[in-house]
């Protein structure tokens, strides 16, 4: 069974740091981009970035290029999102999906993780 | 980057009806736009692909179909399980941009 699993979300200070990771099963990881899309509470669904797979080329919505940096583990099957200068605006479900370019989709989402950004 | 406005934001249909979601782009691109369900509480749930072709599992009371400019979704008869936020999302290009959310309540 494919599966996703985000993990790392707390309560954070603003301007701390954290760092998110998803762990992913049931499918040849290395060979997938990956996504992280974040939803705040009570609002819709916004992309935050995309990292491919061979080519690890990353893309990141302009509210976060610059303080959240993507990155992946192959050998770990593992997904990463370290964030940085948190702000208050970042508080948020994070997922992270699995991207099918030959379907153009997230086909696979996790549970997704709360990160709370409060003082 | 590309706008995705939804229509309508709120839907309340009886068991049964067909309802319809449109999603309008603010620049014309082909079919590289998905239709995902997000139940309360839940992560999104990928329904429909390159604007039109229904993912694995998906019942085949949900179409979609669209290109340029305008996309739709349709539910043909309306079940309780639909309950939920639809939206839309486009792989034109960088950012990838979603929709609003369209709720669907049933009646």
């Known amino acids: 069974e494919v599966q996703l699993l985000e993990s790392g979300g707390i309560l954070v200070q603003p301007g701390g740091s954290l760092r998110l990771s998803c762990a992913a099963s049931g499918f040849s990881f290395s060979s997938y981009a990956m996504s992280w899309v974040r939803q705040a509470p009570g609002k819709g669904l916004d992309w935050v970035s995309t990292l491919s797979g061979p080519g690890g080329s990353t893309y990141y919505s302009d509210s976060v290029k610059g303080r959240f940096t993507i990155s992946r583990d192959n050998s770990k099957n593992t997904l990463y999102l370290q964030m940085s200068s948190l702000r208050v605006e970042d508080t948020a479900v994070y997922y992270c999906?699995?991207?099918?370019?030959?379907?153009?989709?997230?086909?696979?989402w996790g549970q997704g993780t709360l990160v709370t950004v409060s003082s | 980057d590309i706008q995705m406005t939804q229509s309508p934001s709120t839907l309340s249909a009886s068991v049964g009806d067909r309802v319809t979601i449109t999603c309008r782009a603010s620049?014309?691109?082909?079919?590289?736009l998905a239709w995902y369900q997000q139940k309360p509480g839940k992560a999104p749930k990928l329904l429909i692909y390159k604007a039109s072709k229904l993912q694995s599992g998906v019942p085949s009371r949900f179409s979609a179909s669209g290109s340029g400019t305008e996309f739709t979704l349709t539910i043909s008869s309306l079940q309780l399980d639909d309950l939920g936020t639809y939206y839309c999302?486009?792989?034109?290009?960088?950012?990838?941009?979603f929709g609003h959310g369209t709720k669907v309540e049933i009646k």
């Open positions: 620049e014309s691109f082909s079919t590289w």
């Open positions: 999302q486009q792989f034109h290009t960088y950012p990838w941009t």
């Open positions: 999906a699995k991207v099918d370019f030959g379907k153009y989709a997230l086909d696979v």
